[in-house]
């Protein structure tokens, strides 16, 4: 089974990089096997639509807006999050992972299995560093998520 | 009158708004307006400037490559640096690479469906798709069984109610003109652009090491080790997969994405009269093929008032009238002050207000060239290689005009911007084979030097990092002071052509491009965003945040 981690955000606007920090901490911390891809995937939607497209199934890490505390990490599953619409787009910026996997689902080749982390921001302040908050949630959410993917079937070596 | 305001707030990342006055159809007035505070650049001041690509290729969320480009050569510039062959072809190809992508994702999946009716394409008979298709092209996927396979698809998805997913487009709009056989053509191509897009994204990551954000640059040079036989390094085996992945590209370029523009804007040939907008053009030289940025494939050009036959060429890299005369104005843009200032002493000092018709109204500065707004992107470029005379732009623009009846001059406009790219697409991807030749042959007579490693030393050194991205042209200026960057600011192409009012208060490209348009229903403006779209818009430099979107869910909290 193919399984894509995928860390989605920005690094030059602190806690909008944590999905970016995230697949460096998984590169320092763990050893995975062949099946398992880690990406940075930086803020580019359709451009990496083929990533998506190619797993069985999908790790979404990135910040989410939703009620609740900074730092607070929401877990949901495909039906959750999948739009229901393809939005007036003004630009490229605009075709979020959203819309990129709608387009796949027309296409026949969106993954069933995609399982979303998000977590709540603190800031979006320039920096390249997380907010001191979201730094601490890493190993938590490292654990959480290796542990799914070794529920899987796919066991995952701390380092 | 009618006041339109398009702001797309997807909270996804939603940052361009567009304001209109609409007067008995016709678009009289016009704003654009960024609506994110980037304030990217000061993340960069003391850092060491041989750093600042990596850094840099992170500004924008979409063309990360051509940052890179653009602030490695500021450095060279800077420094003095030349930069190998090899070194440069291998950065042609990425270069081109890119563009293909872009272009192609442009074309299909942010634009097409400004024109393309997807509701339409339900009713379309697909063997006469199919010799429609085959009319035009001999793409192999243009069979009847293929159209069949996506409208049956497409009907799938509306019986089980889910055509929701593009609902919220123009559909059967009176400025929807294409036939249902056409616009089922162009549906199915949509869909089966992805799979060219992703091995352009391929070509680029072996290349670059990954993708996005490449790792193989290095002041004076890249990091990419060249020896065919061993395994490690770009060799034979890679040269194999990247002429295999970027031939399959060009032919779908040449096969179906530029045969697709040409019989789109044959059908909106009135699309030619509107979105004309601000005519002074710039575009900078592209493609160097030496090592000193003196000599390039694509010659750049200064056009006024629209007048190709009085361009300015421009040569080089080191043009001083061109880095002398560009500024930006913050009269109308949420910075203090209303002054105008050379990018190597910008600031960026935020001073916010409300959206101020005759005030400020935007995060976009307002370069200016010689004290005046500029159009940038492909158009210009072919504008800039017509001009100087090259022979390959001159043929493939001479014959796309004939192809769809208009003539050069009729190219600025909405439609004009559209098939430019197009024709640019067509261009890079030949390109991109042309120089993975050039490098082969290169490395065949025993060059082997990638790169010329440089210390950066003490003192003060400013340079000037220009490219010719897909959207226009590119600039990034540096200033280092002992070894750290100490001013570092990016005119990028969008701010060229969503610049605001300047000083003068005359208008930026978008804003001029949108009066005159014609708006047949004030609030289904399917006009404003063609002629909007058709810059390629690339405002908001990544913020990017998953929204569920207002559906009602059950948030389970796990930490």
């Known amino acids: 089974m193919k399984t894509l981690i995928f860390g989605a955000g920005n690094l030059l606007f602190s806690d909008e990089g944590f999905g970016v920090h995230f697949i460096q901490y998984l590169q320092k911390h763990y050893t995975f096997p062949a099946d398992v891809t880690l990406y940075d995937g930086g803020t580019l939607g359709i451009m990496v639509s083929h990533m998506l497209e190619d797993a069985d199934q999908v790790f979404l890490v990135d910040t989410i807006e939703a009620k609740g505390e900074p730092g607070d990490v929401y877990r949901y599953e495909k039906d959750d999050f999948m739009l229901g619409k393809l939005p007036i787009k003004m630009s490229p910026h605009q075709i979020g992972i959203q819309e990129v996997l709608a387009l796949s689902e027309i296409r026949d080749r969106c993954p069933k299995k995609i399982t979303l982390f998000g977590i709540i921001p603190t800031t979006y302040d320039t920096g390249a560093e997380l907010s001191p908050l979201l730094a601490g949630k890493l190993p938590g959410l490292a654990e959480l998520v290796v542990a799914e993917i070794a529920a899987s079937g796919t066991p995952v070596e701390k380092r | ?559």
């Open chain 2, 1 to 559: 009158m009618a006041r339109i305001t398009l702001d797309p707030i997807t909270r996804i990342e939603g940052h361009l708004r567009i304001d209109a006055e609409v007067n008995g159809g016709v678009v009289t007035n016009a704003w654009s307006s960024a609506q994110m505070w980037r304030g990217i650049e000061t993340i960069l001041k003391d850092r060491p400037p041989q750093d600042a690509w990596i850094y840099a290729q992170r500004f924008c969320g979409v063309c990360t490559t051509v940052h890179a480009i653009s602030s490695i050569r500021s450095v060279e510039h800077a420094l003095k640096v030349d930069v190998p062959l090899n070194a440069q072809y291998i950065r042609n190809i990425i270069m081109a690479q890119h563009s293909v992508q872009d272009h192609i994702v442009h074309f299909y999946h942010l634009s097409a469906l400004d024109w393309v009716d997807v509701v339409s394409a339900l009713k379309a008979d697909p063997k006469k798709t199919a010799q429609l298709a085959q009319s035009i092209s001999n793409w192999p996927g243009n069979s009847e069984t293929e159209f069949k396979a996506v409208q049956q698809k497409l009907k799938s998805f509306v019986e089980t109610g889910r055509l929701g997913i593009f609902a919220s487009g123009y559909w059967g709009h009176p400025a929807m003109k294409l036939p249902p056989e056409a616009n089922l053509m162009a549906v199915a191509h949509y869909l089966s652009a992805l799979d060219y897009q992703r091995k352009a994204a391929q070509a680029i990551a072996i290349l670059g090491g990954k993708n996005p954000h490449i790792q193989n640059l290095c002041v004076g040079g890249v990091a990419t080790a060249i020896n065919m036989e061993n395994l490690a390094t770009l060799n034979m085996e890679k040269i194999a997969a990247l002429k295999t992945l970027m031939a399959e590209t060009r032919e779908f370029v040449q096969q179906v994405y530029y045969p697709d523009m040409v019989a789109i804007a044959s059908i909106y040939k009135d699309w030619f009269k509107y979105g004309r907008g601000v005519v002074n053009y710039l575009a900078v030289p592209e493609m160097p093929e030496d090592t000193k940025n003196t000599k390039f494939a694509l010659p750049g050009a200064i056009i006024s008032g629209g007048d190709i036959k009085k361009a300015r060429i421009v040569t080089n890299h080191q043009d001083l009238d061109l880095i002398a005369n560009i500024k930006e104005n913050v009269s109308h843009a949420w910075y203090e002050g209303n002054g105008t200032l050379h990018p190597w002493d910008g600031e960026t000092k935020p001073s916010y207000t409300e959206f101020q018709d005759n005030g400020k109204y935007t995060w976009c500065k307002a370069p200016r060239l010689d004290g005046k707004p500029v159009q940038v992107g492909p158009p210009a470029q072919l504008f800039a290689a017509y001009a100087g005379g090259n022979e390959k732009v001159r043929k493939l623009v001479d014959a796309s005009c004939a192809k769809i009846g208009v003539g050069v001059n009729d190219l600025h406009s909405t439609m004009g911007r559209l098939g430019a790219r197009a024709i640019r697409a067509h261009l890079m991807a030949d390109y991109s084979l042309e120089f993975l030749d050039k490098l082969v042959e290169n490395v065949g007579k025993g060059d082997k030097v990638y790169a010329n490693p440089t210390e950066i030393p003490k003192g003060e050194y400013k340079g000037v990092g220009f490219h010719e991205a897909p959207r226009g042209t590119l600039s990034h200026w540096i200033v280092i002071e002992n070894r750290k960057i100490k001013n570092y600011q990016a005119v990028v192409p969008s701010t060229w052509n969503a610049s605001p009012r300047d000083d003068k208060g005359v208008l930026g490209p978008y804003e001029a491009s949108l009066v005159g348009n014609p708006v047949a229903q004030a609030d289904k403006p399917l006009e404003v965003l063609r002629t909007i779209h058709s810059f390629d818009p690339c405002i908001a430099c990544a913020v990017h945040t998953i929204d569920p979107e207002g559906k009602e869910i059950t948030n389970v909290k796990v930490m």
